[in-house]
């Protein structure tokens, strides 16, 4: 089954101080499935990488071939028309996300898929709108 993929799932693959069990599982299910994701994505995680260099988590180094593993990763990225911004700022307020948050949950329920995500509100909103979530222990 297709699913929609959040920074908060990348993030757990490339930070060492976050990798998990449960990060591996959706990888490994990312590499059959190819998992869809908003284009903000790149721009969500290479912020995220940045700030954690910033803050002496990674070297610069290492935050440039985790740069490099990002754009490798099995990941269809869909643009972000204007009425799917529309939609996902509609979202965004019924749930208290943040824009950039409710485009993970907006490309879901668009194209019916599931969410994989380790974020707790999004994972509460996509619940609230019927959205399934995807099951990091089935791989």
Not at 36 to 50: F, H, I, Q, Y
Not at 61 to 88: F, G, N, Q, S
Not at 99 to 126: H, K, M, N, S, V
Request: glycine share 4%; charged share 25%.
């Amino acid at each position: 089954m297709a699913f929609v993929i959040d920074a908060s799932v990348v993030l757990a693959w490339l930070l060492p101080d976050e990798r998990s069990e449960v990060a591996r599982n959706l990888l490994l299910r990312a590499v059959r499935e190819r998992p869809r994701a908003p284009s903000l994505l790149m721009l969500e995680v290479g912020n995220a990488l940045l700030q954690a260099e910033r803050r002496a988590r990674l070297r610069r180094a290492v935050r440039l071939e985790l740069l490099d593993a990002l754009t490798a990763l099995p990941i269809a990225l869909e643009p972000i028309a204007a009425d799917a911004m529309l939609r996902a700022d509609e979202l965004a307020a019924r749930h208290s996300l943040a824009l950039y948050d409710a485009c993970y949950l907006e490309l879901a329920i668009a194209r019916g898929y599931a969410l994989a995500t380790f974020d707790q509100a999004l994972g509460a909103a996509a619940h609230k709108e019927g959205i399934l979530l995807v099951d990091p222990g089935r791989v």
